[in-house]
Structures are given as structure tokens and as C-alpha cells.
């Protein structure tokens, strides 16, 4: 099957993927540090990372849905994640665990859709996926049991937000930007 075949321009174009993705999650580690110097004297710390965990998932939905290939989400993200961590991330080699997990829960999106569709649906699959699979991992990871209910509800739906927009919203501008200069270069 076509899905489970991967060619040589597949796994280049993957590549790049990561090396892109992976300096956009060292730029988010940078807004990180500043959003926790904005919100820890309102107690806000740990919003911090629900805001941007978005932009820490995104590689994952973009070579899911620019590479149709069984596993291309979950290898995007683990890539850009190792990417980001040999650009000397300061969250270090734990940004692999994480991202394999973010990718899995993408993969969960796609994976529920049979790797037949490649549209919003599929996105949102992977928006949920991923956001499930993170904060349960986070939860115990933080410490997140330690705050009230209401707390954790918060930071949860701030995730899921954040993951939306990136995973679902962002990506397919950045999907329907590149098949438009594709679609460009195959007219010429």
C-alpha cells in the first residue's frame, strides 16, 4: 500500500522538516522563559507552557498531512524534537520522551482515520490525541495533582486551545501555503 511506502524524497523532505520545526521550538523555549517571567508573580507559572505547547506539537500535524505516510507524524515530531535538542535546547534530551509522545497522539489522529483522510477531521483527531497524551504524561510529570481541580481544568483547556490553533488552524495555512507554491512551480 502507498501509505506504508516511503521514498527517498519522502524521508529528505522529512528531514528538513524536523531541522525547520526543531529551530521553531528553539524560538518557543525563548518566548517560554519570557512568559514565565510575566506570569510567576501571578502564580501563573505553569500557563506558561500550556500557552505555547501548541507550537511544541506542530511538526508532527505539518509532516502528517505534507507526508500521507503511516508514521510520518510521530517521526516528524521525534525529529524536530531531536533537532531542538541538538541545537542545545535547555529542556535537553527529555524533549525526545516528549516528543514522542506529542507524535504519538498526532499519530492517533490520523491512525483513527484509517490514513484516508487528510483534512480538518483528521487534524482535530490529532489536536485531541496529542493534547490527551501530553497532559496525562505532564500531569504526573509537574506535579499537576498537587492544584485544585479548577486549576488543572484551566491549564488543560488552555492546551487543548493552543494545540487547536497550531495543530489544526496553523497547519493548514502552512499546508494550503506550500501547496499553493507547489501548485506554482508545477505550472511553470
Known sequence: MEKFKWALPD???????????GAVFMGAGVLYAVLVSLLTPFGLTPFANEILFGMWTIAAPVAGMLIPKVGSALLGEVFAALAEMLYGSYFGAGVLLSGLIQGLGTEAGFFVTKYERYDTTTLVYGAIGTTVFSFAFE?????????????????FLVRLISVTFF??????QIVSLFNRVQAKGLAQ
Open 167 to 172: 495543530g489544526v488552524f496553523l497547519t493548514k
Open 139 to 155: 500531569f504526573f510529570k509537574f506535579g499537576y495533582a498537587t492544584y485544585g481541580l479548577g486549576f488543572v481544568v484551566a491549564l
Open 11 to 21: 524521508v529528505i523532505f522529512l528531514a528538513f522538516l524536523a531541522f525547520l520545526f
